[in-house]
C-alpha cells in the first residue's frame, strides 16, 4: 500500500527527554569533598536526596574512628576486575 502523506513537521517537546530525572548535577570540580567541617550539611544533602533520615539520638554511644580511614578512590578508565 502507498504511503498518502509524509509529514516533515517534529512535535514539540519539553526539551527534558526525562522529565523524572534530575537536571541539577554540578561539575566534578564544584562537588564538596565530606569532611568533619562539613558533615552535618552533607548528611542534609543525603537526606534530601534519598529521603531517609538519621536520626543522632538513638546512638548508643559507638563511635567509629576514622583516623586511619583511606580517602583515595581511584577509577580505571577501562574496567578491571580483582580478586583478593
Known amino acids: 500500500k502507498p504511503q498518502d502523506h509524509c509529514s516533515t513537521e517534529v512535535p514539540e517537546g519539553s526539551g527534558n527527554p526525562n522529565p523524572t530525572a534530575s537536571t541539577s548535577n554540578p561539575p566534578a570540580d564544584q562537588i564538596e569533598t ?30 567509629a574512628d576514622i583516623s586511619n580511614m583511606e580517602t583515595a578512590i581511584t577509577a580505571s578508565p577501562t574496567p578491571t576486575l580483582r580478586i583478593h
Open 34 to 63: 565530606p569532611s568533619l567541617d562539613n558533615i552535618l550539611s552533607l548528611t542534609n544533602r543525603f537526606e534530601d536526596i534519598l529521603r531517609v533520615t538519621t536520626n543522632s539520638d538513638k546512638s548508643n554511644g559507638v563511635e
